[in-house]
C-alpha cells in the first residue's frame, strides 16, 4: 500500500492547503498524485459539509460549504478558471492566450467569470439544500451528494489530461503533475465516482449524467483544441469549476 499511500499524500498536499510532510525525493516509489484527485474531492467535500449539522437556512448553509471548499483547495481550480477565461477570451491567437493565462493580473473576463461561477454555484446549491427533507435520510443524501460534486467534477480535468497534449510558452509547476493514468489507475479515480454516484442518483439518472458529462467533455475538447491546441494546467481548473457547476445542477433536477 505505501506506494499508493505516497501518491495520496502527494495530491493531498498538492491539490489542498491541508498541512501534510512528504517526501519528494524521486527515488520514492509512489503511484501518480492526479490519479487519486477524485478522492481529494472526497475529502474536500467532508470537511466543507460540517454546515449540515447546524439548523440553518439553505442560503447559509451553502455559502459556508462553498466558502469552506475555497479556503481548503486554496482556491487552486477558481484561479484556474480566472486565468483560463482571461487568456482564452482575451488573446488573440495560441502564444497570447498562454501569455495572457501565465499573467497573475485578473482582467475583466477573469472577474466576471468567478462571480458567475461562484453565484450559480451558490444559487443552485441553495436550492438543491432547500428541496431535500430535513432528516437524517436527507442529512445522509445531502452529504453523498456533496461528495458526488467534488468527485465527478475532479474526473474532468483527467479526461482532458489524458486525450489532449500539454501546452505552455514557459516552464509550469504543473507539468509535473501531468501524468498519463493506466487501467489500474483509472479504477483508482474512478472507484469514488461510482460509489458516491450511485449513492446520490439513481441508476437511470446517473447514465443520463454520464452521457451529458461526456457531451460536455467533448465540448471543453473541441474549444481547447481550437484556441491553444491541447490544455495546461487553468484549463484544467476550469474544467473543474465548471464540472461542479454541471453536477450541482444535474443532481438539482434529477431530484426535482
Known amino acids: 500500500m505505501s506506494p499508493y499511500w505516497q501518491g495520496f499524500k502527494r495530491s493531498l498536499v498538492t491539490y489542498t492547503r491541508i498541512p501534510l510532510k512528504v517526501d519528494w525525493s524521486d527515488d520514492i516509489k509512489h503511484t501518480p498524485a492526479v490519479c487519486f484527485l477524485p478522492w481529494i474531492g472526497v475529502v474536500v467535500a467532508l470537511l466543507s459539509a460540517w454546515p449540515l449539522w447546524f439548523d440553518w437556512s439553505s442560503p447559509l448553509q451553502a455559502l459556508l460549504m462553498l466558502l469552506t471548499s475555497v479556503l481548503l483547495t486554496g482556491g487552486f481550480h477558481e484561479d484556474g478558471l480566472m486565468d483560463c477565461c482571461d487568456g482564452l477570451v ?3 491567437d495560441k502564444e497570447q492566450r498562454l501569455s495572457i493565462m501565465k499573467d497573475s493580473r485578473i482582467g475583466s473576463y477573469a472577474a466576471l467569470s468567478i462571480w458567475f461561477s461562484l453565484s450559480l454555484k451558490w ?12 432528516s437524517f435520510l436527507g442529512f445522509i443524501y445531502t452529504l453523498a451528494a456533496w461528495c458526488a460534486v467534488h468527485v465527478m467534477a475532479r474526473v474532468i480535468p483527467l479526461v482532458l489530461m489524458n486525450s489532449l497534449d500539454y501546452v505552455t510558452v514557459e516552464q509550469s509547476k504543473a507539468s509535473s503533475m501531468i501524468a498519463t493514468l493506466t487501467s489500474s489507475q ?6 469514488p465516482c461510482l460509489l458516491f454516484g450511485l449513492l446520490a442518483f439513481n441508476v437511470f439518472d446517473l447514465i443520463i449524467t454520464l452521457m451529458l458529462a461526456a457531451g460536455l467533455v467533448f465540448l471543453l475538447r473541441v474549444y481547447l483544441r481550437k484556441k491553444i491546441e491541447g490544455f495546461n494546467g487553468d484549463t484544467l481548473g476550469a474544467g473543474e469549476q465548471i464540472g461542479e457547476i454541471f453536477i450541482i445542477l444535474c443532481l438539482l433536477v434529477s431530484y426535482s
Open 90 to 92: 482575451g488573446g488573440w
Open 123 to 134: 444559487l443552485l446549491l441553495s436550492e438543491l439544500l432547500a428541496i431535500i427533507p430535513a
Open 186 to 191: 483509472w479504477g483508482i479515480a474512478l472507484a
